[in-house]
């Protein structure tokens, strides 16, 4: 997997948990840090912030070293993955995180091109 794609698919992971977070478990202490990314054994000197319940940064570590250590050169999504690299319970919490976050970050992406669009020919 290239750098680019490993920096962008962290960025992804993290947006979903990051939506799912802010809904589920809101009102639970949350843990302002970031992730300093590092990609086969080179510092990327990217780093993403995040504001996270213990939880839900468990779940994001985890997912970054699984995504740290995936070996598919040309990266299949998890989903199609020929060999899952996850624990059982760990792939069906984060496939709920996808499928809840999805949806949200859809449904907001759709409503920001709606209303921009109304705000341009205004």
């Known amino acids: 997997m290239t750098e680019e794609k490993f920096i962008h698919d962290s960025k992804t992971v993290l947006k979903f948990i990051q939506c799912y ?19 086969d054994n080179k510092d990327l000197r990217e780093e993403i912030p ?27 999504s998890c989903r199609k993955c020929p060999k899952p690299c996850y624990d059982k319970e760990e792939w069906k919490l984060l496939a709920k995180i996808m499928r809840y976050s999805g949806l949200r970050l859809g449904i907001l992406k759709i409503r920001k091109k709606l209303f921009g669009r109304f705000r341009k020919s205004a």
């Open 21 to 39: 977070c802010d809904s589920e478990h809101f009102k639970k202490s949350k843990n302002k840090d970031s992730i300093k990314l590092h990609y």
């Open 50 to 76: 995040y504001d996270l319940c213990k939880k839900c940064e468990e779940t994001l570590y985890y997912s970054y070293i699984k995504l740290q250590e995936c070996f598919h050169d040309d990266k299949p």
